[in-house]
């Protein structure tokens, strides 16, 4: 039989383990975008001769992008979202770069690039023409996941879409992959990549 002290404890303390702090279900939520059409991502490069640009565009998955109250004002407000981008349909303008690029980043073994969202340091203001917000995300490319803080830049047009603008260098031996290179090493890629993308979206109600 189970006695009374044990009837107690559960009474006093179910309530409180029943909450689970890292289940996003039960936070508040405070916006929630959808991503519309129009959604570029783009990596600038260079090599010992030139520069490379090389984009996917078009991006117009309708992926949700939620951000969830944080009780705690010091600490930066828990993201939810992300995109999934297929190396393949990066584009540099040249075929063999292209392809260079392509293979670098094992574009056959690993066809996806992913982009997660996980904080962001506040909410933006649309009542300012711009507001300039920072925020981690998590890149997952070929194989390897990394984290990052990213800049953005929000602002939203006469049509209330969102345009949200981030940037972030990053490098290839982030994820533990080579430079390409060309005729033996003469033409080689340096290591820094300058990427950026921007998103389209929409408020959706809460």
């Known amino acids: 039989m189970v006695s009374k002290v044990k009837i107690l404890f559960w009474l ?4 409180a383990f029943a909450f689970v702090p890292g289940d996003k279900a039960s936070v508040p939520l405070l916006a929630k975008w959808v991503i519309t059409k129009g959604c570029t991502l783009h990596v600038v490069g260079s090599t010992n001769i030139n ?12 992926d949700t992008i939620i951000v969830y109250k944080n009780g705690d004002k010091a600490q930066n407000l828990p993201v939810a979202g992300s995109l999934s981008l297929n190396i393949a ?3 540099c ?16 073994d690993f066809p996806v690039m992913h982009i997660r969202f996980l904080t962001l340091n506040k909410l933006p203001d649309f009542r300012i023409a711009q507001d300039t917000v920072t925020g981690l995300v998590a890149i997952e490319l070929a194989g390897v996941t990394k984290q990052f803080d990213m800049n953005y830049r929000f602002y939203m047009d006469s049509q209330k879409i ?4 981030g940037s972030r260098t990053i490098t290839f031996t982030d994820f533990n992959l080579v430079p390409p290179s060309k005729l033996g090493g003469m033409i080689k890629a ?17």
Do not use: Q, W
């Open 89 to 91: 349909a990066f584009d």
């Open 190 to 206: 340096k290591d820094k990549l300058d990427v950026g993308f921007l998103l389209n979206m929409k408020v959706l109600d809460l």
């Open 51 to 62: 520069t490379f640009s090389c984009s996917i565009e078009e991006y117009c998955h309708p």
């Open 162 to 165: 969102i345009h949200l603008e």
């Open 12 to 15: 006093l303390f179910l309530p």
């Open 93 to 108: 303008h040249n075929t063999y770069m292209t392809k260079d690029l392509r293979k670098t980043l094992k574009a056959e």
